[in-house]
């Protein structure tokens, strides 16, 4: 079957088109010939794949020297892949596939790189195999690496941007440490000044009395103004938040306190005490809700990590009474307000080092620890808080809990004073309350975890009802202080229960904006608490404190048991 007037050439055989025999071609050299035979010819027929009217040198039909020493393969072993050293007869269309990268690996690993291009751009995907995946022996790159099926590939791209997500080094890794280190060491000295105001109040406040000669109730103004602060705070804060961002929110609450205590040092007229009280409410809020919202956010260790951060807070209070007690007996009692504007000079300047004024994602992102909630919703943040019931039991129990602890801390000192016939040196008992709430909330983490957060407030709240009736009923100023001290530990764990609680049934997304709401709700408990207490005692004397503390002991344990146990929300 040859054309006229064309020289006759055999064409190329084709291992597509059928099953080459299994035989050696190395033993001794055929003629190019045999392939031409007419014979062979007629085997190919009709087939597709045979060119009568292609021609070729004699050269171009020559097989390649690499299948010269082997022995041929079928067709479906050699369809798999061509040998590297073996070039096309045929230029074939250009076909472009991901690129993958080679990694170097170890002894007993291997990596495959291809790259190929169909005009778009693509993926980039980074291939690992475990070190039991191996080549055949001697590198045969015909054969391809086999794998079990437990031991496939790994592919890692990212979901959001189609890049290989890089590996963290452990030298970033250390970075990250110390960078989430520092940030939770500053926001635990800021709790620690928080701790500071609450435990200054108690022992300054029958100086603050006898010094302006005003009734309980007229004095306890400054819990109003205090609670109006508060409120103003937490109101403002999400508004603040989504407009200057989390540290600018921070310094400004900072900067705030810096005022308010410069203008009650001096000791001017009341109702200056009351605006600096105002103002103190509405920084503190601000600083309390950020935070609590900071570190409850964390990606790892948030129940361990709040505990510390109100045990600092309780530190504060601890240390804050011991100072507060020796400036009662002196003269110039109002200069004990330089030395809290002096902290606070210092706390503004730590929070700028280290935040720089940025958002609180941004801040997270340098440390590593930045979550980005895929079920975040950009609507109004104040109608979806707001709509949320939980939100709203969580804020009562922050009230009256709060209210009930700064109470407890306040006016003890005051009551001591009068039913125990304590001297001025009663102010230390404020001291050994807050010294037990430290305590309770680092030494009484592991009982929250044994038996479970919700039956250990529960039981902390009973058990601090009993004590507080001891206080009540028993007339022995050494049995009081031991008590009060014991109602501390036992009060310390609660609001990092309530805390912790607040990260697992609240969405992720609003969790700042919902600590906000709580907190803020929470510390107007600190003043209106004390407040309802100087009515209280204005008219019907100071001996009402101890029914009114019971009262409220138990009101918690009713809330509690509404706010919804733990429940699955997006995370």
Same mark, same amino acid.
């Given at each position: 079957?040859?054309?006229?007037?064309?020289?006759?050439?055999?064409?190329?055989?084709?291992?597509?088109?059928?099953?080459?025999? $299994?035989?050696?071609?190395?033993?001794?050299?055929?003629?190019?010939?045999?392939?031409? $035979?007419?014979?062979?010819?007629?085997?190919?027929?009709?087939?597709? +794949?045979?060119?009568?009217?292609?021609?070729?040198?004699?050269?171009?039909?020559?097989?390649?020297?690499?299948?010269?020493?082997? #022995? %041929?393969?079928? #067709?479906?072993?050699?369809?798999?892949? #061509?040998?590297?050293?073996?070039?096309? +007869?045929?230029?074939?269309?250009?076909?472009?596939?991901?690129?993958?990268?080679?990694?170097a690996q170890s002894s007993g690993s291997a990596s495959v790189a291809a790259a190929v291009s169909t005009?778009?751009?693509?993926?980039?995907?980074?291939?690992?195999?475990?070190?039991?995946?191996?080549?055949? @022996?001697?590198?045969?790159?015909?054969?391809?690496?086999?794998?079990?099926?437990?031991? &496939?590939?790994?592919?890692?791209?990212?979901?959001?941007?189609?890049?290989?997500?890089? &590996?963290?080094?452990?030298?970033?890794? &250390?970075?990250?440490?110390?960078?989430?280190?520092?940030?939770?060491?500053?926001?635990?000295? +800021?709790?620690?000044?928080?701790?500071?105001?609450?435990?200054?109040?108690?022992?300054? /406040?029958?100086?603050?009395?006898?010094?302006?000669?005003?009734?309980?109730?007229?004095?306890?103004?400054?819990?109003?103004?205090?609670?109006?602060?508060?409120?103003?705070?937490?109101?403002?804060?999400?508004?603040?938040?989504?407009?200057?961002?989390?540290?600018?929110?921070?310094?400004?609450?900072?900067?705030?306190?810096?005022? +308010?205590?410069?203008?009650?040092?001096?000791?001017?007229?009341?109702?200056?005490?009351?605006?600096?009280?105002?103002?103190?409410?509405?920084?503190?809020?601000?600083?309390?809700?950020?935070?609590? !919202?900071?570190?409850?956010?964390?990606?790892?260790?948030?129940?361990?990590?709040?505990?510390?951060?109100?045990?600092?807070?309780?530190? !504060?209070?601890?240390?804050?009474?011991?100072?507060?007690?020796?400036?009662?007996?002196?003269?110039?009692?109002?200069?004990?307000? /330089?030395?809290?504007?002096?902290?606070?000079?210092?706390?503004?300047?730590?929070?700028?080092?280290?935040?720089?004024?940025?958002?609180?994602?941004?801040?997270?992102?340098?440390? *590593?620890?930045?979550?980005?909630?895929?079920?975040?919703?950009?609507?109004?943040?104040?109608?979806?808080?707001?709509?949320?019931?939980?939100?709203?039991?969580?804020?009562?129990?922050?009230?009256?809990?709060? !209210?009930?602890?700064?109470?407890?801390?306040?006016?003890?000192?005051?009551?001591?004073?009068?039913?125990?016939?304590? @001297?001025?040196?009663? !102010?230390?008992?404020?001291?050994?309350?807050?010294?037990?709430?430290?305590?309770?909330?680092?030494?009484?983490?592991?009982?929250?975890?044994?038996?479970?957060?919700?039956?250990?407030?529960?039981?902390?709240? /009973?058990?601090?009802?009993?004590?507080?009736?001891?206080?009540?009923?028993?007339?022995?100023?050494?049995?009081?202080?031991?008590?009060?001290?014991?109602?501390?530990?036992?009060?310390?764990?609660?609001?990092?229960?309530?805390?912790?609680?607040?990260?697992?049934?609240?969405?992720?997304? /609003?969790?700042?904006?919902?600590?906000?709401?709580?907190?803020?709700?929470?510390? &107007?408990?600190?003043?209106?608490?004390?407040?309802?207490?100087?009515?209280?005692?204005?008219?019907? *004397?100071?001996?009402?404190?101890?029914?009114? %503390?019971?009262?409220?002991?138990?009101?918690?344990?009713?809330?509690?048991?509404?706010?919804p146990r733990v429940r699955q929300v997006p995370t």
């Amino acid at each position: 079957m040859s054309t006229p007037g064309l020289p006759s050439v055999s064409p190329r055989p084709s291992f597509d088109s059928a099953v080459v025999e $299994d035989h050696d071609i190395s033993d001794a050299p055929r003629p190019i010939s045999r392939l031409g $035979d007419k014979n062979s010819l007629r085997a190919f027929g009709d087939s597709s +794949a045979l060119d009568l009217t292609d021609t070729h040198s004699v050269s171009s039909l020559e097989l390649p020297h690499v299948l010269t020493s082997e #022995r %041929i393969r079928r #067709r479906s072993e050699l369809s798999r892949s #061509r040998p590297l050293d073996s070039p096309p +007869a045929i230029e074939p269309e250009s076909i472009e596939l991901p690129v993958i990268h080679e990694h170097a690996q170890s002894s007993g690993s291997a990596s495959v790189a291809a790259a190929v291009s169909t005009g778009k751009k693509r993926a980039v995907a980074d291939v690992s195999f475990r070190e039991d995946a191996m080549l055949a @022996k001697d590198d045969d790159v015909e054969i391809a690496p086999s794998f079990p099926s437990s031991l &496939a590939p790994s592919i890692r791209i990212d979901e959001d941007t189609d890049s290989t997500a890089p &590996a963290i080094s452990s030298a970033q890794k &250390a970075v990250y440490r110390r960078k989430n280190i520092i940030h939770f060491v500053t926001l635990c000295f +800021a709790m620690f000044l928080n701790g500071w105001n609450d435990g200054t109040t108690g022992p300054l /406040l029958p100086r603050i009395q006898s010094y302006y000669n005003l009734g309980y109730a007229v004095v306890s103004l400054i819990f109003i103004f205090n609670t109006i602060g508060y409120l103003s705070g937490a109101i403002a804060n999400v508004w603040l938040t989504d407009k200057l961002g989390f540290g600018k929110v921070l310094l400004l609450g900072s900067a705030l306190q810096i005022i +308010a205590y410069g203008m009650m040092a001096p000791a001017g007229p009341f109702p200056l005490m009351c605006l600096g009280f105002a103002l103190i409410g509405f920084g503190l809020s601000l600083q309390n809700s950020h935070a609590n !919202g900071f570190v409850a956010s964390s990606r790892s260790h948030v129940s361990t990590k709040i505990c510390f951060l109100h045990a600092s807070y309780g530190f !504060g209070a601890l240390v804050s009474p011991l100072i507060a007690t020796q400036f009662a007996q002196q003269r110039h009692w109002s200069y004990h307000y /330089l030395i809290s504007a002096a902290l606070y000079i210092f706390n503004t300047t730590l929070l700028w080092f280290v935040f720089r004024g940025k958002r609180q994602d941004e801040v997270k992102a340098e440390a *590593g620890d930045l979550y980005v909630d895929p079920n975040a919703i950009d609507t109004n943040k104040y109608k979806q808080i707001f709509t949320i019931r939980a939100v709203h039991f969580l804020s009562v129990f922050a009230l009256i809990y709060v !209210g009930t602890e700064v109470t407890i801390g306040g006016w003890s000192v005051t009551y001591v004073q009068q039913k125990r016939h304590g @001297k001025s040196n009663a !102010g230390y008992i404020s001291s050994g309350f807050f010294g037990g709430l430290m305590l309770g909330r680092v030494i009484l983490m592991w009982l929250n975890r044994k038996i479970g957060e919700r039956r250990a407030l529960f039981l902390y709240a /009973l058990l601090a009802i009993q004590l507080e009736v001891t206080v009540w009923v028993v007339p022995s100023l050494v049995e009081n202080a031991i008590a009060v001290a014991f109602i501390g530990l036992l009060l310390g764990p609660m609001y990092p229960i309530l805390v912790n609680h607040s990260t697992k049934i609240l969405p992720r997304w /609003l969790l700042t904006g919902c600590m906000g709401y709580i907190a803020g709700v929470g510390q &107007a408990g600190s003043a209106v608490l004390p407040f309802v207490t100087g009515l209280l005692a204005s008219r019907f *004397g100071i001996a009402s404190l101890q029914p009114f %503390i019971v009262s409220m002991m138990s009101t918690m344990i009713v809330i509690w048991a509404l706010i919804p146990r733990v429940r699955q929300v997006p995370t």
